[in-house]
């Protein structure tokens, strides 16, 4: 598939806040009717990127690879491409299992690799278009020796992937460069392992429509360097309340388009899931 062409989103159920209670009390039917009203009421969405969760898998691993084997066979039934993510280092509020460096060290690398495997089989008949690895995983490890070892942790989950599976790898990533810390820059890092980039630029600035290009553009340019295709697999989100979302909507759906990016929004649906709700639903007013 070319890669410009994506369209769709991040997916996840609207019945849990974490991975244990999406997927071991995963609803079916429910499901179905997610995906069902996302296409009918965006009927270009060709794609889909859903959080699997290690800490389900740890809890009850029959039942979580039912029901995971369940929602990739109604993704595939649904025609949609899939872009399963395995690990998540992203903590958002409340915290949809994210780990850091601290416990993803070499010593502790034997239940993690059983994960990857045993969610790797269940993949082999589903429409998977790229496996991600980690969803920004350099959230908690922008630091030595942290960074090292969360590297090398993505390195050897991809190995093991890529000893079952043939399809391509990519990792999530902010998808550009700290600008005092290039040293700690995580394309650098993950493009020479993955297949394809994958970027989530948002504009959480409130960059104007041409400051917010011209970012793109030096990102884009950067890019070119690593001579492998990238993808945004996360973007036009910004705020938790609607009216104050349509300018980020705006930008970043006007800027992705005009440089045909393919890209996925996030998310399909409001979730307890970390940070998908709004913001009036925690309690939050005014930023306190």
Known sequence: MDYSEIRGFN???????????????FDK???????????????????????????????????????????TNILTEAGLNIIPVYFNGWMGVPSFGGFTYENVKESQYP??????????????DANVLIIDIANEPFNNGWSNPGFDIIVNFLKRMAQTVREMDSRPITVGSQGYPPSNYREFCDIDHLAP????????????????????????????????????????????????TA?????????????????????????LFTSPVADLHPVEEIGVKNGL
Do not use: Q
């Open 29 to 71: 039917d429910r499901y179905k009717k997610m995906i069902a009203i996302g296409k009918e009421r965006f009927p270009k969405m060709n794609t889909v990127r859903i959080w699997f969760s290690f800490d389900a898998y740890i809890a009850d691993k029959k039942k979580y690879l039912e029901n995971a084997k369940t929602a």
């Open 193 to 240: 392992f993955v297949d394809v980039i994958s970027l989530h630029p948002y504009n959480i600035e409130g960059l104007s429509m041409e400051e917010f290009d011209k970012r793109f553009v030096s990102i884009m340019e950067y890019l070119k360097s690593f001579n492998k295709p990238y993808i945004i697999t996360e973007s036009m989100w910004g705020t938790p």
């Open 111 to 124: 239940p993690y690799i059983r994960f990857v495997k045993d969610t790797t089989r269940l993949l082999k």
């Open 11 to 25: 997916v996840h159920g609207d019945w849990g806040s974490h991975g244990i209670t999406e997927w071991l009390l």
């Open 243 to 267: 009216e104050a979302r349509v300018p980020y909507l705006e930008t970043e759906f006007n800027t992705y388009t005009k440089h045909k990016v393919g890209f996925l929004c996030h998310a």
